[in-house]
Structures are given as structure tokens and as C-alpha cells.
């Protein structure tokens, strides 16, 4: 979700989705005019913000099934050139072993090889993207 989205959510369900001071930005710039902090309080001007943004909320909703989550598809194309690269990084197999995969046409390998340039393409297009969970990947960092 980009940050422009967590506000239109935000203004348009009143939970707030990202920090105070990025929504009360977005705020101000989508009304046109400075806001007070205390406006924030009142139900008649949270309602003038909620109309101003409720088309926009409508068309990111009604996207999400446009959404699909590839993660599974890529990942274990992702895993299985990790794992080569690794095994000849530790001098285990070498990259002469991959090349004769490839010349005797192993199906997983030339699989795998498709995935890696669908993969490549699609985020080159703008149809696929890689993000990121902060508040995940902190909680992991943090139990490290």
C-alpha cells in the first residue's frame, strides 16, 4: 500500500493507517487550507474529508481483486538459485554443474529460468512490484 492510499483509507475510515503527521499533510493538501490538530475532532469536518477522498476510496477497493499475492510463485524459483549460488559460493558444486543442467534441459531448471524472467519483466513493466513489511521485518530484526 503506498503511503498516498494509507491516507485516503485513513480520511475516509477514520483509522489511522501511517504516522499522524503524514496524514495531517495529506490532509491540509487535499482540502487546500491549513488544518488545526483539534479539527481532527470534529465529526462534521472528518465527514467533509471523507467525502472529498470517498471516490478515490472507492477505486482502491474495488482494485483489490486486481491484487494477487505471487510471493508463493516466485519463491521457490528464488530459494532454488539461492541454494546453487551458495552451493558454488562454498565451492560445493560449481556453476559448470548449473550449465550442465541447462545443456541437458533439466525441466525444473528451465522452470525456474522462465520464473526468473517473468519475474524480471513484469516488475520492469510496472505489473509486478516487491514490497516490503517494515513492522514484520523489524520484529524479526529484533528477535535476531
Do not use: W
Amino acid at each position: 500500500m503506498t503511503k498516498k492510499e494509507a491516507c485516503i483509507i485513513t480520511a475516509y475510515t477514520g483509522i489511522l493507517m501511517l504516522g499522524f503527521s503524514d496524514f495531517h499533510k495529506y490532509a491540509e493538501d487535499r482540502l487546500g487550507r491549513p488544518i488545526q490538530t483539534v479539527e481532527f475532532g470534529d465529526q462534521k469536518f472528518l465527514d467533509e474529508l471523507k467525502e472529498k477522498v470517498s471516490k478515490e476510496f472507492v477505486k482502491i477497493t474495488k482494485n483489490l481483486d486486481d491484487i494477487e499475492d505471487m510471493t508463493t510463485y516466485y519463491s521457490d524459483m528464488i530459494d532454488s538459485f539461492a541454494c546453487d549460488f551458495k552451493l558454488a559460493l562454498d565451492g560445493k558444486h560449481s556453476l559448470s554443474d548449473l550449465e550442465d543442467k541447462i545443456n541437458n534441459k533439466d525441466y525444473s531448471l528451465g522452470t525456474d529460468i522462465r520464473k526468473l524472467s517473468e519475474l524480471d519483466f513484469r516488475i520492469r513493466q510496472g505489473t509486478l512490484k516487491i514490497v516490503s513489511d517494515k513492522s514484520r521485518l523489524n520484529k524479526l530484526i529484533e528477535e535476531d
